[in-house]
């Protein structure tokens, strides 16, 4: 099966936090490197969202160029990404020749269909600045919830969306300027009104669909989608090619989402002989699209951007399955890039290794409800499932091993019952485990790995091989045997989430994969899992491979991390 993979543009201005990596990139992560695992030949493709009013004011707060900004951030994050063990098959920028190019043309397809209308608006202009206030360059009140820092196109805070004229006490985001007024302009809009039943009646086929997307795209067509501004009086962005219209850009949540087909064009430029990126996106009758975001990007992909696709009246690739999650909260209150308030990611990676950030979001993905985040709650679930459970397994396993029989895997011993009996509820928890990672249900699936590791050592407490070797050699080597063989088995099921961690398992028993390679996923045939590693084979027990956070480390995090404003 071919499976494209995308994730919500991570936005350019500044590193992102937890938040934000939990809400689209790491789950569709963990997603590819398992359908990978499956064997399925997959696609990830993710960029960074260069444009619009983010981008600007983010330069303009650096003192820099907004191209030179972007292009500096842009290494930030992918060095990151890659510290994270991000495995996208391509990690683009909206601001590529190739998003500019194709965002032109599906303008001129939308122009030529009749879904592309010329109109005067009255929009905020500061006298002050001396310019037009694009959208998310105006801050003030909602008027829905009251949030006094709403931004112009969106309420952060209860995800309306919002005109800048909507807003109560508005004022410049670039100055604090109050001395705004009214003026005229023109500008294009995409007539959502006029595909709409289109749309909704797309929506209607993925009655798969979990219940927060679908309830997020209805709740928008049942308050009456209007028709979308898609330009802004910017210089920074896809400029807008059409007479009278110099000077203006197209609006980044029109060009933002066409950078998946974009960026996936880009990659397959790179290498054209092998690479036919159209096969993804045109002529893609057997490719099966999945999508990762955060609620407040949903609507934008249920509609606004299923809309352009709809209306361009070409065969666009769209999207088959839409995972959206709710917020990951710190200690309560909502992670904000704008207000540092929170921890980002690379402050993670500098506190502990990228595995513990890995296991412990995706074991808390904010998937029926938000998730909240404390230092206390990360230790302690880290400890328990990482250092006790799993890494436990390992060290005692390859320690007695070596101890007793040398640093290579014992040979003697027959099967009895106990492992009979482990194979059997091994067999089930897998199963559970796969159907969870295929249904992505990344808090079900977690549970069942944590199963899994629990098994592992609840037989080797049960069978006692410390106590076996006392009377009967043959029959401590046959448990170690499996204890050796549970530890690769471990790492193959836990590799789409704790990745290096995994890797220094599967190291250890002579089973790495090479560069580009990955491990395959579990058949149904768990006994012959559970004898791959054969008597001889050698192994090198790795150094412990999760340290315990202590109190001390704990204390030392929360004085850091501890839920204050930043």
């Given amino acids: 099966m071919k499976i494209l993979i995308t994730s ?5 201005n500044g590193v992102k936090h937890l938040g934000n990596l939990v809400g689209s990139i790491l789950p569709a992560d963990v997603y590819a490197r398992f359908r990978r695992q499956m064997g399925d030949e997959v696609l990830y493709i993710c960029a960074t969202d260069e444009h619009g009013t983010p981008a600007e004011l983010a330069a303009l707060e650096a003192g820099q160029d907004v191209a030179d900004y972007c292009r500096e951030q842009y290494e930030v994050q992918r060095d990151i990404y890659e510290r994270f063990a991000i495995s996208f098959d391509y990690f683009g920028r909206s ?3 190739d998003n500019h190019e194709i965002t032109q043309h599906f303008a001129q397809k939308l122009d030529e ?7 005067e608006i009255n929009q905020v202009y500061s006298i002050d600045d001396g310019r037009f206030l694009p959208d998310r360059y105006v801050e003030g009140t909602c008027p829905n919830c009251g949030y006094e820092k709403a931004r112009g196109d969106q309420c952060e805070n209860c995800t309306k969306l919002l005109d800048p004229t909507d807003l109560i006490d508005p004022r410049s985001a670039v100055s604090g300027s109050v001395n705004i007024e009214i003026r ?19 929506i209607d086929r993925h009655a798969d669909w979990p219940p927060l997307v679908t309830s997020i795209a209805k709740k928008w067509i049942k308050e009456g989608v209007r028709d979308r501004c898609i330009t802004r009086d910017l210089s920074w962005g896809v400029p807008v090619d059409r007479p009278g219209f110099e000077g203006k850009v197209f609006y980044v949540w029109f060009d933002a989402p066409i950078a998946y087909i974009s960026t996936t064009k880009t990659w397959g430029e790179e290498d054209p002989a092998t690479r036919d990126w159209k096969a993804w996106w045109t002529e893609s009758e057997d490719v099966s699209y999945v999508q990762f975001m955060a609620k407040d990007n949903i609507p934008f992909h249920t509609i606004s951007f299923p809309a352009t696709l709809i209306g361009s009246r070409e065969p666009w690739k769209k999207v088959d399955r839409l995972k959206g999650f709710n917020w990951l909260t710190y200690y309560g209150g909502k992670f904000s890039t704008s207000s540092k308030r929170g921890i980002f990611t690379d402050q993670a990676l500098a506190e502990e290794p990228a595995d513990y950030w890995r296991y412990w979001l995706i074991a808390n993905a904010p998937e029926s409800g938000d998730s909240v985040f404390t230092v206390d709650r990360f230790a302690e679930q880290c400890n328990k499932d990482l250092a006790h459970t799993l890494g436990n397994f390992v060290n005692r396993t390859m320690k007695f091993c070596e101890k007793n029989f040398g640093a290579e895997v014992p040979a003697g011993g027959e099967w009895t019952e106990a492992e009979r009996a482990m194979q059997a509820e091994l067999e089930g928890l897998i199963a559970d485990y796969t159907r969870h990672m295929t249904a992505i ?15 592992g050592n609840t037989y080797l407490a049960d069978a006692a091989p410390w106590t076996a070797i006392k009377q009967d050699r043959e029959r401590a080597a046959c448990i170690i045997r499996m204890g050796l063989n549970l530890t690769r088995l471990f790492a193959v099921l836990a590799w789409s989430v704790i990745p290096d961690s995994a ?16 491990p395959t996923w579990p058949g149904q045939d768990v006994e012959g899992e559970l004898t791959v590693l054969e008597p001889g084979r050698p192994f090198t027990a790795p150094p412990p491979l999760f340290k315990v956070l202590d109190e001390d480390r704990i204390a030392a995090l929360t004085e850091r991390y501890g839920g204050a404003e930043g």
């Fill in 113 to 119: 269909n009749g879904f592309i209308e010329e109109r």
């Fill in 184 to 202: 005229a302009t023109r500008h294009l809009f995409l007539k959502q009104s006029a595909l709409i039943g289109e749309v909704e009646e797309w």
């Fill in 441 to 455: 249900e990344f808090r079900k699936a977690l549970a069942s790995l944590r199963a899994i590791w629990s098994l």
């Fill in 503 to 518: 890797a220094r398992m599967l190291d250890a028993v002579g089973e790495k994969p090479a560069d580009g390679e990955v």
């Fill in 95 to 97: 601001s590529s020749p």
């Fill in 8 to 12: 919500a543009l991570p936005y350019i």
